[in-house]
Each structure stands twice: as structure tokens, then as C-alpha cells.
């Protein structure tokens, strides 16, 4: 009787590091490992468990924040630990964010500042208030003029003015102002919209289209020369300086506080609305939005983009952060303190591993967007351990038990409440609906979709 044996040597092998063994080989067939699902699946819920366990997404506040309330934010998209912030009181602040102190701080307005820019040539900035001023700040390092900072108490003393390089006069109380990507060209909103020259003292053209007060308006990240605005008339407006007139305008059912545009598909922008919920848009088809991003039970305030585009985080008169994925409608994660007041501002940082937020309580808070990511470096073991758990939670994520673990979150009584009584809303309209449509003739209650709800009229310009 003859015996076939494979034999190998172990010259052939590479050994492990620092080990002397050579590797065994592992036979892939799936009959030899009849409990590899089971194992896999104990091991997805542990992954999952342990997440939240350690979901420590507050990180802390910048600096003492403000005496007011904090209603504009800018990022120095050259660097990811420079932002500015501005209050109610007309100061603005830069920040460190690495050491969480303020690097210059003005009084910049008299009043509300409500609109803040950082230049693309990152030694400026641009502000503008309800005082009906733009000005133009210096934030050069080089500088010697910040004496507001006392170093050795940290505590704030006085807050300065020098370092203005320029002032703009407008004709009416300011609500928003963006910079151009590349231009020396910004754009304000208020009464109207007005594209300025930054070398001009008075604006270059006027692009106002039936709103009564423009309340946002952003600059296009890619497609450089397209922006948008939103109105007091529930208008939504887009732009194109190289025809130096506005190209189309929905109306939508109520009115959109804020606008973001994708960083990575220029086509592609989102609102915050004061219906409680944000929309995503495809500006080359305005008929419907192409997303609907529930959860918030108060008006949404602010939208911001992630820098590669495929989250956006949402900040509401609620109290409530929701990080959303663009291509699902609830909220990936809730963040929320007790002493967090109305949100009126949120963006990510631009690495996309933090979160901004701003208040009326005055304090600017930095978040996670990960709950339980820590920073600092990883060792080679860790970060595959990371990776294997996280396509775990991918494979299993549809198993009930790891669903219920992974969307439970802790919210205040209140956000609960006032979530049971929208709920209840929601279905008593639907189910209204569909009895007027099956006691109707056929075709005369139609069924409007979700996504084709918020937009109630649309027009092209002639």
C-alpha cells in the first residue's frame, strides 16, 4: 500500500518576526469551520457593545469662549488648528485649537456679527454685522498688536482694534458673507445680494432676485464660480458671476437657514430647513431633493459638509448635534450636554476628525465624529484589530440584536417627548392621506413623495 504525504520544508518559509516557527497554513474550507459564523457574530456584538462603552465624544471648549452667544464660524482651510469664531457682541476671535487659546481677538462690529470668511491667502479676514460694515481683518502671526491675552493669568482683558486693514460701507444690515475660492471677490447678503471687489469700496453688481432678506449665502467649492443663497420667501437661489446674474430659483415649503456645498461633487449642495429636517440637492435637478435627513425636533440651524463629502452634520434649536450619512436618512450619532444651549453653528474640522459647535451659551465645543476614536498613534496590532471589528459590525449589521445596540442613544427627556408627539403627527397625516385616497377617484389625492414634499414652486430666469 503506497501513501502520498505533501511534504514542504521549512526553508521555504519567511519567518514571523521574532519568532524562530514557521507559519502554519490555514485550510480556507468553509465544511472544516462549521462555528466561523457563530464566532464572527459573538465577536460583531462584542465590537459593537464595546463601541459604546467607549463613546466619549465631548473633547472640550475653546479657550473661555464668548460673552455672547456664538453665531459665525470660519476655517483656515490651509490649516487644520485654525478657526475663527464671532459673537453676538461683535468680537471676533482666532483660535489655536491645539492649545485651545485665542491667538487674536477684535471688536469688530457694533452689534451682531453675523457673517465670518477666513481669505484663501490665509493672512486676513473677512467680517461683516448688523452695523451695516465689512471689514477686513490682519491675522498675520507676524504681528504684534494682539494685547487681549494676558498669558500669565489667561484671562481676557481687553479686547483690541488695531489690525483693521480696510472698511466697507453697505446701504443695509448684513446677514452673510463668503469668499471666493481663488478671486479677490467676496459676496454679502442682506436686503440684497452684492458681489464686491476687495480692492473696491463699493459693490460690483447687484444679484438680487425677489427675496426680502437673504439669510445665507455660500460660495461653490469647486465649480468656483457658482454660489448660492437662501431667502426670507422660502427661496433657494443659485448663482453664476460669469453671466453676473442668478440661473434658477425653487421655493420650498419653509424657509432654509443655512447651505453647505459637497466638497468632492460639485454639483452637489445641502440646506438646513425650519422644518426640522436638512435636504440633499443636485443643482442640475431641483425638482425634488435627492435626501431627506430626519431626527431634529426644532428648526435646523446649520449644515456642514465632511471634507471628503459623504457626511454632513446638522445643528438645531433643540440642543442636539446629528451626525448624518449622505445616503441614509437618520442620524449616524446624537451628541448633546446639559449645558448646551440652541445651536446656531456646526462644522467639521478639516481633517474631518472633529466637530465645531456653537451656541448661545457662548462656549464653542469641539466633538468626535467618531464617539470612540482616540487620537495619538496606533500600534500595527491595534489598528488591524480596528479594521477587523469594523467589518464585523459591517457584515452583521442588519442582525437585530446589533441594530438595537448600535442606534440606541441616551437623550434628554425632553428631545424624547417632543420625538413621541412628532411621530405621532407624522402617522396621524399619513394615515389622513391615505383614507382621502381611498375614498377618492382614482388619481385625484395623488401621492406626492417625501423628497418632493419641500418644493412647491420652481423658476428659470428669462
Not at 382621502?436 to 377617484?441: G, L
Request: glycine share 4%.
Amino acid at each position: 500500500m503506497k501513501i502520498k504525504t505533501i511534504s514542504r520544508s521549512a526553508d521555504a518559509y519567511v519567518p514571523a518576526a521574532n519568532t524562530r516557527e514557521a507559519p502554519l497554513s490555514r485550510n480556507m474550507n468553509p465544511e472544516l469551520h462549521p462555528f466561523e459564523r457563530a464566532r464572527e457574530y459573538t465577536r460583531a456584538v462584542n465590537a459593537t457593545k464595546l463601541e459604546r462603552v467607549f463613546a466619549q465624544p465631548f473633547v472640550g471648549t475653546l479657550g473661555d469662549g464668548h460673552r455672547d452667544g456664538v453665531y459665525a464660524f470660519a476655517k483656515n482651510f490651509s490649516s487644520v488648528n485654525k478657526v475663527a469664531t464671532a459673537s453676538g457682541d461683535g468680537v471676533i476671535k482666532y483660535w489655536d485649537v491645539t492649545s485651545r487659546d485665542q491667538t487674536f481677538s477684535f471688536k469688530a462690529h457694533y452689534g451682531m456679527c453675523s457673517g465670518l470668511v477666513v481669505s484663501p491667502n490665509q493672512e486676513s479676514i473677512l467680517s461683516c454685522g448688523v452695523d451695516k460694515t465689512i471689514k477686513l481683518w490682519k491675522i498675520n502671526n507676524d504681528s504684534d498688536y494682539n494685547q487681549n491675552y494676558d498669558i500669565n493669568n489667561k484671562n481676557e482683558t481687553t479686547t483690541s482694534t488695531t489690525g483693521l486693514l480696510k472698511t466697507y460701507l453697505a446701504d443695509f444690515s448684513l446677514m452673510a458673507l463668503d469668499h471666493h475660492q481663488t478671486d479677490d471677490i467676496f459676496v454679502t447678503a442682506g436686503a440684497n445680494i452684492n458681489l464686491w471687489d476687495i480692492n473696491r469700496n463699493k459693490p460690483i453688481s447687484n444679484l438680487s432676485w425677489g427675496a426680502d432678506n437673504i439669510s445665507s449665502v455660500k460660495f461653490n467649492k469647486t465649480e468656483t464660480s457658482i454660489f448660492a443663497s437662501t431667502g426670507s420667501d422660502n427661496s433657494l437661489i443659485l448663482y453664476d458671476i460669469r453671466t453676473n446674474s442668478p440661473t434658477q430659483k425653487i421655493k420650498t415649503s419653509m424657509r432654509n437657514n443655512a447651505i453647505s456645498w459637497n466638497p468632492m461633487e460639485a454639483f452637489i449642495f445641502a440646506t438646513a430647513n425650519e422644518d426640522q429636517n436638512s435636504y440633499l440637492w443636485d443643482m442640475r435637478y431641483m425638482d425634488k431633493s435627492l435626501n431627506v435627513f430626519k431626527g431634529h425636533v426644532n428648526a435646523v440651524m446649520d449644515v456642514d459638509f465632511s471634507p471628503t463629502g459623504k457626511e454632513i452634520v446638522t445643528g438645531s434649536y433643540d440642543k442636539t448635534l446629528r451626525i448624518f450619512q449622505t445616503n441614509k436618512g437618520h442620524s449616524r450619532d446624537v451628541y448633546h450636554t446639559k449645558r448646551m444651549q440652541h445651536i446656531f453653528i456646526t462644522k467639521f474640522s478639516t481633517d474631518s476628525k472633529y466637530i465645531f459647535s456653537g451656541s448661545d451659551d457662548g462656549n464653542v465645543r469641539i466633538w468626535r465624529t467618531k464617539a470612540n476614536e482616540r487620537s495619538g498613534p496606533k500600534s500595527s496590532k491595534k489598528r488591524a484589530k480596528e479594521e477587523y471589528d469594523e467589518k464585523l459590525k459591517q457584515r452583521y449589521a442588519d442582525m437585530p440584536e446589533i441594530r438595537r445596540i448600535a442606534r440606541h442613544r441616551h437623550l434628554p427627556l425632553s428631545i424624547k417627548k417632543s420625538t413621541d408627539i412628532k411621530n405621532e403627527q407624522i402617522a396621524s397625516i399619513k394615515h389622513r392621506e391615505e383614507n382621502r385616497r381611498n375614498h377618492s377617484k382614482e388619481g385625484e389625492v395623488p401621492y406626492v413623495p417625501e423628497r418632493s414634499k419641500t418644493v412647491v414652486g420652481r423658476v428659470h430666469k428669462q
